[in-house]
């Protein structure tokens, strides 16, 4: 009877381990990696704000702007150690009006983010070329978020500029999963020892 006991102590107890050590790999990593933009409109020559979420710690992506048989590099970026980065692009001053989409590449992803519109004219800074902005630029604005490939509707860009900013999964959350598992996987030695010590 207690070989019984022992025999399904020990299936149980590897079930729990292996069930939980699975959910660890899954919430660990946190959400799927995403693109959100400051603006869902902007002239050619504009500045848009990129931010990236849920990318794996200090990892390498490669962004671009893509567009109907167009792609401009922008370079490679590192994420932080929380998955995050934010870069700043000053759009080509001869796009052609059109939908776009910056896609960010990693050894495991391609994301797009949702689609930005490029229409009107040309904005050219003072000096004649594109520019860098400053801290008087009034473009400057808490950056809202977008879900990917959802452009909210009926939203005017003050409205959207004044959204709060979601608070992303941070990789702390992974270390709270580790010490809750190690407590559980505790409580069931100790009853192993219980049931073992009746033996």
């Known amino acids: 009877m207690i070989k019984m006991k022992?025999?399904?102590?020990?299936?149980?107890?590897?079930?729990?381990?292996?069930?939980?050590?699975?959910?660890?790999?899954?919430?660990?990593?946190?959400?799927?990696?995403?693109?959100?933009?400051?603006?869902?409109?902007?002239?050619?020559?504009?500045?848009?704000?990129?931010?990236?979420v849920d990318f794996e710690f200090e990892e390498l992506i490669s962004l671009a702007l893509i567009?109907?048989?167009?792609?401009?590099?922008?370079?490679?970026?590192?994420?932080?150690?929380?998955?995050?980065?934010?870069h700043i692009v000053t759009l080509p001053t001869d796009l052609t009006?059109?939908?776009?989409?910056?896609?960010?590449?990693?050894?495991?992803?391609?994301?797009?983010?949702?689609?930005?519109?490029?229409?009107?004219?040309?904005?050219?800074?003072?000096?004649?070329?594109?520019?860098?902005?400053?801290?008087?630029?009034?473009?400057?604005?808490?950056?809202?978020?977008f879900a990917p490939g959802v452009v909210p509707g009926g939203v005017s860009q003050a409205a959207a500029q004044l959204a709060p900013q979601e608070t992303p999964v941070s990789s702390r959350n992974s270390d709270v999963l580790v010490v809750l598992g190690l407590l559980v996987m505790g409580v069931f030695a100790a009853l192993g020892l219980r049931v073992l010590g009746k033996r």
């Open 97 to 145: 009006e059109g939908s776009y989409n910056f896609r960010a590449i990693t050894d495991d992803h391609e994301i797009l983010s949702p689609a930005l519109l490029i229409q009107g004219s040309a904005i050219i800074s003072e000096a004649g070329g594109q520019g860098e902005r400053d801290e008087d630029d009034g473009l400057l604005a808490p950056m809202p978020t």
């Open 6 to 52: 022992y025999r399904i102590f020990i299936i149980v107890t590897l079930t729990f381990c292996l069930g939980f050590l699975q959910a660890f790999v899954v919430f660990a990593h946190g959400d799927e990696p995403r693109l959100e933009i400051s603006v869902e409109r902007m002239h050619p020559g504009g500045v848009v704000e990129v931010r990236g």
């Open 67 to 86: 567009g109907h048989e167009f792609e401009y590099p922008l370079g490679e970026i590192t994420a932080d150690t929380d998955g995050i980065f934010l």
